[in-house]
């Protein structure tokens, strides 16, 4: 072969090589920017009140704080710690609402309602602002939160202590609507669990949940909860003629035959 012919022959082959490397950065290139489209278009939209996606929240935790009697500090600190445990399990995009227990059966305070945005871990530098995103999630999710939180001790003595019918309502108008029906669905409920209306008192009737069971609140405060999952957080009160063994026993009959879950119930520390 002559010089000539060789030459040619190894102009071709670089020409060749040089255009199978371009289209492989090409490609190369084109697989990134649509890795990075999908990423940004996965990332859900919020709505800027609630910081819920619009399309709804993947699920909703609800708590449940009872403040119709004072607690001890130190009862109030471990609750701090176990609420703060509670809101940190609650997932990007899942919704929070924290309620109130008042004397008046047919009424609850919401002190909180909205959803994770998701914090700085939950974004890069490619597809979204970390900066941004770590403030809103603190702006609009943990700091009211923590203030939530610095007042559980705020608690005030009441005529009542309607736990039932707090949870029903919570069922009711929280996990009962349309838009929830599919999702998961926790309730916490942070109190000394001891029933106390005009229609049943463990003060006066016991734990015995026979006795219960023949008293009209069954009928009255009875809730589907479908499935649900409750957690227990019991504050612990002196002189009671019964124990938290028996308080968890009663309260463990009334979640399952209104077909919830007992998740765990826990004994807080200190007492008052």
């Not at 009862?75 to 990007?92: G, H, K, M, Y």
Request: glycine letters at 8%; a neutral charge.
């Amino acid at each position: 072969m002559s010089r000539r012919r060789r030459r040619k022959s190894d102009s071709n082959l670089g020409t060749i090589i040089g255009g199978v490397a371009l289209f492989l950065a090409t490609a190369a290139i084109g697989v990134g920017v649509w890795v990075l489209h999908n990423r940004a278009q996965a990332k859900p939209v919020l709505d800027k009140v609630t910081l819920c996606p619009l399309d709804g929240p993947k699920e909703i935790t609800a708590i449940l704080l009872d403040v119709t009697d004072p607690i001890s500090d130190l009862t109030a600190t471990d609750l701090r710690n176990q609420f703060q445990e509670v809101v940190a399990s609650v997932p990007a995009g899942g919704l929070i609402q924290v309620y109130t227990l008042t004397e008046n059966p047919s009424q609850l305070g919401l002190s909180f309602s909205g959803c994770n945005p998701g914090d700085a871990s939950t974004v890069d530098d490619w597809t979204g602002n970390p900066r941004l995103v770590k403030e809103r999630w603190e702006k609009g999710f943990q700091k009211p939160l923590d203030e939530v939180a610095a007042r559980m001790n705020e608690g005030v003595a009441g005529k009542q202590s309607p736990i039932l019918a707090g949870i029903q309502r919570i069922n009711v108008e929280a996990f009962s609507a349309i838009q929830y029906k599919d999702i998961a669905k926790r309730l916490v409920v942070a109190s000394d669990l001891i029933e106390h209306t005009s229609t049943y008192s463990m003060y006066s009737d016991g734990v015995d949940y026979s006795k219960f069971q023949r008293s009209g609140a069954p009928d009255q405060f009875r809730t589907a909860l479908n499935g649900a999952s409750v957690r227990l957080l019991e504050f612990q009160r002196p002189g009671m003629k019964f124990d938290s063994l028996q308080l968890a026993e009663f309260w463990t009959k009334w979640i399952m035959s209104n077909d919830g879950k007992l998740d765990r119930f826990t004994r807080l520390e200190g007492i008052r």
